[in-house]
Nanobody, 128 residues
Framework: QVQLVESGGGLVQDGGSLRLTCAASGRTFSSYAMGWFRQALGKEREVVSAISRSGGSTVYHDSVKGRFTISRDNAENTVYLLMNSLKPEDTAVYYC?????????????????????WGQGTQVTVSS
């Protein structure tokens, strides 16, 4: 089992940057594929980015490609989402998620239902 705590959200102006951090508990963090999701008011939860347990594979939602970067540090049990050139449409609650994946080092998962564990979320608001 793993517990996830997100931080780094906040209010930023159009074009600004934020770095989200997800700290995971447990000694087997490297066995988990990780993802960042977001949910805007009145909308469904969608994948922003995901990373394999090895860090060797990543995927991005089309709307954030070239602006956001996901990374992980397995020694520190942490996954990051660096968000540059933020836009008002990026405003949402951002969630970190983990999927236990002991077999596939390079598989990434895009669907919310693929993930077993979720953080509490952190609000990101981009003002125009």
């Amino acid at each position: 089992q793993v517990q996830l705590v997100e931080s780094g959200g906040g209010l930023v102006q159009d074009g600004g940057s934020l770095r989200l951090t997800c700290a995971a508990s447990g000694r087997t963090f490297s066995s988990y594929a990780m993802g960042w999701f977001r949910q805007a008011l009145g909308k469904e939860r969608e994948v922003v980015s995901a990373i394999s347990r090895s860090g060797g594979s990543t995927v991005y939602h089309d709307s954030v490609k070239g602006r956001f970067t996901i990374s992980r540090d397995n020694a520190e049990n942490t996954v990051y989402l660096l968000m540059n050139s933020l836009k008002p449409e990026d405003t949402a609650v951002y969630y970190c998620a983990a999927k236990e994946d002991p077999y596939f080092s390079y598989t990434v998962y895009r669907g919310p239902r693929d993930y077993n564990y979720w953080g509490q979320g952190t609000q990101v608001t981009v003002s125009s």
